[in-house]
């Protein structure tokens, strides 16, 4: 079956503009997340979705950054006013989620993001 | 904080040998599992092996092993008879077992199989 997809794949933007990255996880998985790769920060935890409700923002790193999942399937990170240090590989994951077993996240391919 | 640590940045291992990644971490949580990604230069992150920390017995995945050592709060992956194919990043990382099951990531082992 298909995988975690997220477009675009490279986004090249100028200093200042808004972002919008989505990822469109594996069909009937509850549970989404996600994660920021840079070199200086590593992988760092960004939101998570259950269903369309975010119960763990804390991963946020200013109030320029906003996520929303629709539903229960397709979700949208949005930057605001992009900054340099903004410049990363986003990271999308989903997992089957049943309550009280840990389950595997798969990843999508990521978006590159290159704040200019 | 949850802290992940993987002490070796680089490792350089002959083809056909095993090699051992080391990773610790910390905690105060009753219940929590550990997980080991793989990220080739192409860039997704690639399952590989899961522990749960009520698990009894050592996970193991085909040529993936993890050596668990709850006292010592450390998952040391071991893959046995290494290939080219296995040059990677590889990336140790907990996460709580129940409700919110986010990531912590270590930084990371660069590892390199020479042939």
């Known amino acids: 079956g298909a995988g975690v997809s997220q477009s675009p794949s490279n986004k090249v933007t100028e200093k200042g503009k808004d972002v919008e990255l989505r990822c469109d996880p594996i069909?009937?998985?509850?549970?989404l997340y996600w994660y920021r790769q840079s070199l200086g920060q590593g992988l760092e935890f960004l939101i998570y979705?259950?269903?369309?409700?975010?119960?763990?923002k804390s991963g946020l790193p200013s109030d320029r950054f906003s996520a929303e999942r629709t539903g229960g399937s397709v979700s949208t990170l949005t930057i605001q006013r992009t900054q340099q240090e903004d410049s990363a590989v986003y990271l999308c994951?989903?997992?089957?989620?049943?309550?009280?077993?840990?389950?595997?996240?798969?990843f999508g391919p990521g978006t590159r993001l290159t704040v200019t | 904080a949850q802290k992940i640590t993987q002490t070796q940045p680089g490792m350089f291992v002959q083809e056909k040998e095993a090699v051992t990644l080391d990773c610790t971490y910390d905690?105060?949580?009753?219940?929590?599992?550990l997980f080991w990604y793989k990220q080739p230069s192409s860039g997704e992150m690639i399952f590989l092996i899961y522990?749960?920390?009520?698990?009894?017995q050592n996970a193991t995945e085909g040529r993936y092993s993890l050596n668990f050592q709850k006292a010592r709060k450390s998952a040391n992956l071991v893959i046995s008879a290494s290939q080219l194919g296995d040059s990677a990043m590889y990336f140790c990382?907990?996460?709580?077992?129940?409700?919110?099951?986010?990531?912590?990531f270590g930084t990371g082992t660069r590892l390199t199989i020479i042939p």
């Open positions: 905690t105060s949580d009753p219940s929590y599992g």
């Open positions: 994951a989903s997992s089957l989620n049943p309550q009280g077993l840990s389950d595997e996240q798969y």
């Open positions: 522990q749960g920390s009520y698990d009894q």
């Open positions: 979705f259950q269903g369309n409700s975010a119960p763990d």
């Open positions: 069909s009937g998985h509850t549970a």
């Open positions: 990382a907990k996460c709580l077992v129940f409700g919110n099951e986010k990531l912590t």
